[in-house]
């Protein structure tokens, strides 16, 4: 590898910078991967925020990757429904609408700042006031506002009008009445010096100290179930990845109660029979299989209730091959016919590997004030709140779509990845481990070449394949929606890859996606 420090590929530039900076500094995977983190908070603050929740799949050089579960969990008390700030948004993303749910009664218990400061304890070389500096430079610097944080904030303008502090979050400076357009300037002063005062006295802060009693009571007192025992007995949770053999690969993927790994597991298992390899990529032979293999792992979720949260048990039953077979018999038979994440996945030259996924959801609307910290609005969350809103079982970790995984095999090729998307995660990662791992395609084709879900009932395909193929497509699924060019609706999967000794990636352009190798 030569004097490479490291690789990062993430959904902004200031947030690949902050990385790349720490790994210049000396810094492993996981100092950098932290620095991201930060760095996301500021570059892209609809996606990521200290007031949500996430997942980091790591691998210490020779060492067994390890998940690290800071999701956020559901409170341990309820209350009448009367009492409750609960209300709808209509989020428009152009070409399709969605119903969100916002309000203090949306929060669910973070996990964000517990889950940083355990990563950091176990992990990191650096102390953290050095991982923070590169995002408490950008916040106080300003943020140059892009094309694509800027639709984001466009989509879910309801929420960011919603209160003072939203809007603070995404106004440029002189104009506060104002969500900031393309090329300008928005500054988060009040964010740098919650990171500094974080790294200074702990996460205590967060959790027992001001932060936390002051978000405690407003939830108390304006109609939330957050209380201050649910921020106190909060823990991050260290599980061990699941595990799946693909083409003599080794992959590692979020293991149960979370259940976006083991649907990945499961249409890569359907896919492992097919010889994908005998296909041409995007063309109609292989897509159909992908289609077909998306629309049997949704007949699972619901067939099987995946949606809910997941007995290791039930993972193992659902990936035995006497399970996967009756599966793989029905697939040959039919082959006839923002969500608020964000992804970082970092590597370096010490063979460290690091893959994390974190969401905000869209926001609750509520900004803990002098902290620049959006709370999240997991509660309000169609996809993760399958009993229906209010229904959930109390003090339990909420399951996930979000899958960081990597990827190993005897050849040296490692590969760190992961996608936001909500329940596109499973699709955007299904493919990109499609295009590497079986059609052995370069990393800017793999991640970039054009995507489609099943979802449902309706088939969404990105344009791009051939017309012959999109028509025949269109004949196999009548209830379709081809959508004209690329869009963040198909994930974020910025994916780092080692390889024959060098480095290489590529940050998703759906996405806003950057890649840097220092």
């Not at 466009?154 to 919603?162: G, H, Q, T, Y």
Request: net charge negative.
């Amino acid at each position: 590898m030569g004097r490479t420090r490291g690789a990062v590929a993430a959904g902004h530039q200031i947030t690949a910078e902050a990385a790349a900076e720490i790994l210049k500094e000396g810094g492993n995977a996981f100092d950098a991967t932290l620095a991201a983190l930060f760095a996301s908070c500021v570059a892209e603050p609809v996606l990521a925020s200290l007031g949500g929740g996430g997942f980091l799949l790591a691998r210490s050089a020779q060492g067994m990757p390890i998940l690290y579960d800071f999701f956020t969990q559901t409170p341990r008390r309820k209350q009448p429904l009367r009492e409750v700030d609960f209300h709808p948004i209509v989020a428009d993303f152009g070409t399709a609408q969605q119903e969100f749910h916002i309000g203090i009664g949306s929060i669910a218990t973070p996990g964000l700042v517990k889950g940083i400061f355990q990563i950091h304890r176990d992990l990191c070389r650096l102390p953290l006031s050095t991982i923070i500096q590169p995002a408490c430079d950008a916040a106080r610097n300003g943020v140059s506002i892009n094309e694509l944080q800027h639709y984001i904030s466009d989509v879910i303008s309801p929420i960011i009008k919603s209160s003072p502090g939203a809007l603070r979050l995404h106004a440029e400076l002189g104009n506060p009445d104002r969500i900031a357009g393309p090329g300008k300037i928005v500054h988060h002063r009040e964010m740098a010096d919650t990171f500094e005062q974080l790294a200074k006295e702990g996460e205590a802060l967060f959790y027992l100290g001001d932060i936390g009693q002051t978000l405690a009571r407003v939830c108390g007192e304006s109609g939330g179930y957050l209380r201050g025992e649910d921020l106190e007995l909060y823990t991050v949770e260290k599980r061990s990845p699941l595990e799946l053999d693909y083409h003599g690969y080794h992959l590692f993927a979020n293991p149960p109660p979370s259940v976006g790994g083991t649907l990945i597991a499961f249409s890569l298992a359907l896919l492992e029979t097919e010889n994908l390899k005998g296909f041409v990529p995007g063309g109609y032979e292989h897509l159909i299989r992908i289609a077909q293999a998306q629309k049997l792992t949704q007949q699972l979720r619901h067939e099987y209730g995946v949606d809910r949260n997941l007995a290791p048990d039930t993972s193992h039953e659902i990936l035995g091959e006497k399970y996967i077979n009756s599966y793989r018999d029905t697939l040959r038979k039919h082959l006839e016919f923002p969500r608020g994440t964000t992804q970082i996945s970092v590597v370096d030259a010490e063979g460290n590997m690091a893959s994390m996924t974190v969401s905000n959801g869209e926001g609750s609307g509520y900004v803990i004030p002098g902290t620049g910290i959006m709370m999240n609005n997991m509660l309000g969350e169609e996809d993760i709140n399958p009993h229906g809103f209010h229904q959930w079982p109390v003090d339990r970790r909420i399951a996930s779509m979000m899958s960081p995984t990597l990827v190993l095999s005897d050849n040296r090729l490692s590969i760190a990845t992961g996608s936001g998307g909500s329940n596109r995660i499973r699709s955007a990662v299904l493919q990109v481990l499609v295009n590497l791992l079986d059609f052995d395609l370069d990393m800017r084709e793999a991640v970039e070449r054009p995507r489609i879900h099943f979802e449902s009932g309706l088939l969404n395909l990105e344009s791009g394949p051939s017309q012959t193929t999109i028509e025949q497509l269109i004949k196999a699924f009548p209830e379709h929606k081809l959508w004209p060019e690329k869009n963040l609706f198909f994930g974020g999967a910025h994916t780092v890859i080692f390889s024959h000794g060098g480095l290489n990636g590529k940050g998703d352009s759906r996405r806003g996606g950057v890649y840097i190798s220092v």
